[in-house]
């Protein structure tokens, strides 16, 4: 173990609910367990310690996942948050912007591409280590969390700093027409369905996709970033965006079938296909733009 400078702590957050959702009944979707992500938890503190990070700042979960990762451990300093948990995304939002004020240098977080979105509503240039507990992600990572660990401990440390290993995220930003209704982002995709289901609670009926813009398109992905992936992947850093326009399979010259879930395949038929760039607003009937600057950043 390198016994470093004292630095600036380490933010960890642990979504209890990540890998759980009703795609593994509807599709072929695993599970993530508590013991899993607690173990994911413990290879990543060791792995800060052995690069001389000891501090870290941490939340409280109904699962006590963090505390059973570090119980047997003495020779870490843990900052325990005092929030009050709703048991909704916004513990990560509030969590998050906690760890912000107490001068985290980077938050490692465990779950999908949804809770790192929360993340990023509660610090919009969060330097991240994004590990994936989640179902079908696109931006979380899968990596050896004890490598992540020591990447975050190098960052605490200040062995080496974020704008030399990390880069931007291209992020959709989402203004609802109606005035009652406040701006929004996403970190892969921004999807409108014909459909009164919330899409991450039940498998999209292609039938109802009416368009998607992607922040994402890479074909090795699942969801519409990987249907978008098998149209016109977006090479790892770039700006721009990606349109996809849906319409009836049997009505449409251009039908991609891709993996919209685990283990899952649909036909989708395409109206159109068309990049836009950074800054580049659109209404379907919402507006979604990218930010050159203001995104999370992938450490």
């Given at each position: 173990?390198?016994?470093?400078?004292?630095?600036?702590?380490?933010?960890?957050?642990?979504?209890?609910?990540?890998?759980?959702?009703?795609?593994?009944?509807?599709?072929?979707?695993?599970?993530?367990?508590?013991?899993?992500?607690?173990?994911?938890?413990?290879?990543?503190?060791?792995?800060?310690?052995?690069?001389?990070?000891?501090?870290?700042?941490?939340?409280?979960?109904?699962?006590?996942?963090?505390?059973?990762?570090?119980?047997?451990?003495?020779?870490?300093?843990?900052?325990?948050?005092?929030?009050?948990?709703?048991?909704?995304?916004?513990?990560?939002?509030?969590?998050?912007?906690?760890?912000?004020?107490?001068?985290?240098?980077?938050?490692?977080?465990?779950?999908?591409?949804?809770?790192?979105?929360?993340?990023?509503?509660?610090?919009?240039?969060?330097?991240?280590?994004?590990?994936?507990?989640?179902?079908?992600?696109?931006?979380?990572?899968?990596?050896?969390?004890?490598?992540?660990?020591?990447?975050?401990?190098?960052?605490?440390?200040?062995?080496?700093?974020?704008?030399?290993?990390?880069?931007?995220?291209?992020?959709?930003?989402?203004?609802?027409?109606?005035?009652?209704?406040?701006?929004?982002?996403?970190?892969?995709?921004?999807?409108?369905?014909?459909?009164?289901?919330?899409?991450?609670?039940?498998?999209?009926?292609?039938?109802?996709?009416?368009?998607?813009?992607?922040?994402r398109s890479d074909p090795t992905a699942v969801g519409f970033a990987g249907v978008g992936g098998l149209v016109e992947p977006l090479e790892p850093g770039c700006a721009d965006g990606l349109l996809l326009r849906f319409g009836p399979v049997e009505q449409c010259d251009?039908?991609?079938?891709?993996?919209?879930?685990?283990?899952?395949?649909?036909d989708l038929g395409l109206v159109e296909v068309r990049r836009l760039a950074p800054e580049r607003a659109w209404r379907w009937p919402v507006r979604c733009s990218w930010p050159s600057t203001e995104s999370g950043s992938v450490a």
């Amino acid at each position: 173990m390198v016994d470093g400078p004292p630095g600036r702590p380490i933010g960890i957050v642990v979504n209890p609910r990540s890998g759980t959702d009703v795609r593994r009944a509807v599709a072929a979707a695993g599970t993530v367990t508590v013991e899993d992500k607690a173990n994911v938890v413990r290879r990543v503190v060791r792995g800060a310690r052995e690069a001389g990070a000891s501090r870290f700042v941490v939340h409280h979960d109904p699962h006590r996942i963090v505390r059973r990762a570090t119980e047997t451990m003495r020779d870490v300093d843990l900052s325990w948050l005092d929030l009050d948990l709703t048991f909704t995304e916004e513990d990560t939002v509030a969590a998050v912007r906690a760890m912000r004020e107490a001068g985290c240098a980077v938050v490692v977080v465990l779950g999908g591409d949804g809770t790192n979105r929360a993340a990023a509503r509660g610090w919009p240039d969060l330097p991240v280590i994004p590990l994936s507990t989640g179902t079908n992600n696109a931006f979380a990572l899968l990596v050896e969390p004890t490598v992540a660990g020591a990447a975050a401990g190098y960052l605490a440390t200040g062995r080496c700093v974020v704008a030399d290993v990390a880069r931007p995220a291209t992020v959709i930003r989402v203004t609802p027409a109606g005035a009652d209704q406040p701006d929004d982002l996403a970190l892969v995709d921004a999807v409108a369905v014909d459909d009164p289901y919330v899409g991450s609670f039940e498998l999209f009926d292609p039938s109802t996709v009416r368009v998607a813009v992607l922040a994402r398109s890479d074909p090795t992905a699942v969801g519409f970033a990987g249907v978008g992936g098998l149209v016109e992947p977006l090479e790892p850093g770039c700006a721009d965006g990606l349109l996809l326009r849906f319409g009836p399979v049997e009505q449409c010259d251009r039908v991609v079938r891709g993996p919209t879930a685990p283990g899952h395949y649909d036909d989708l038929g395409l109206v159109e296909v068309r990049r836009l760039a950074p800054e580049r607003a659109w209404r379907w009937p919402v507006r979604c733009s990218w930010p050159s600057t203001e995104s999370g950043s992938v450490a």
